[in-house]
C-alpha cells in the first residue's frame, strides 16, 4: 500500500485559483514543492466565474494518492474562507455565509470524501501497521491537515493587498464551475470512487 502522499503534502491547484478573481497577475512566491500556494497563473481570466471546467489530469490512479490530493483541494475551500475571515473581520460573515451557500450546494459531495476515511478504517481494520505505514486514519487525516499551515504560510507571506484581494475574490469565485470539484476533478473523484487496487 503506497503512503506515501500521507508523508508529504499534496500540491494544491485549487488555491491558485484564487488570483482568477484580480485584475493583474501576481507573482507567485516560492514555497517548498510540498507545500500548497496561492500562486497566480500567467494570465487571470477576467472573471473568477469564467474558470475553466475542466479537470487538471493529475490522477494517477493510486487511491492514496489520488484521495490525498482530492481530500486536501475539498478542505481548503473551508481553509482558505476561515484565513480570509480571520485576515480580514468586516467581511468575515461574508466569507462564512459564501462558504456555507458552497457547503449547502455541495454537501453530499463533501460528506462522500470525508467518509473515506471511515473507509479507510474499515480495510485497515486487520491489516498490519507495515501494512498501513504505521499510520492510524487519525494520524492520516492530521497529517492532512497539516496543509491548512502550509497555506496559512503562505499566504501571511504575501503583501496585505494581495491577501485582500484575494480573499475579496473568494466568494465569487465559489460560485465558479471550478469549484463544483465533484466534477472540475472528474479523474480524481474517479480514482477515489474506485478504491484501492
Known amino acids: 500500500m503506497k503512503m506515501s502522499l500521507f508523508r508529504a503534502a499534496p500540491l494544491l491547484a485549487l488555491v491558485s485559483l484564487l488570483a482568477l478573481g484580480v485584475s493583474a497577475p501576481l507573482p507567485a512566491v516560492a514555497a517548498p514543492a510540498s ?109 492532512l491537515d497539516a496543509n491548512r499551515d502550509a497555506l496559512k504560510e503562505d499566504f501571511l507571506a504575501r503583501p496585505l493587498a494581495t491577501q485582500r484581494k484575494r480573499c475579496d475574490a473568494y466568494p465569487e469565485l465559489l460560485l465558479s464551475r471550478r469549484m463544483n470539484l465533484e466534477k472540475s476533478e472528474a479523474d480524481l473523484v474517479k480514482s477515489v470512487r474506485a478504491g484501492p487496487r
Open 35 to 143: 507545500a500548497p500556494t496561492w500562486g497566480a497563473p500567467v494570465a487571470p481570466p477576467p472573471r473568477a466565474s469564467d474558470a475553466a471546467d475542466e479537470d487538471d489530469g493529475s490522477a494517477t490512479g493510486d487511491y492514496f494518492h489520488d484521495f490525498g490530493e482530492l481530500i486536501v483541494r475539498v478542505r481548503s475551500v473551508r481553509w482558505i474562507s476561515e484565513l480570509c475571515a480571520d485576515a480580514f473581520p468586516a467581511s468575515g460573515d461574508l466569507q462564512r455565509r459564501a462558504y456555507a451557500d458552497w457547503l449547502q450546494s455541495h454537501r453530499a459531495f463533501v460528506d462522500e470524501m470525508e467518509g473515506q476515511f471511515g473507509l479507510i478504517e474499515k480495510r485497515w481494520a486487520g491489516a498490519s501497521p507495515a501494512a498501513r505505514a504505521g499510520l492510524s486514519t487519525k494520524e492520516l487525516q492530521a497529517r
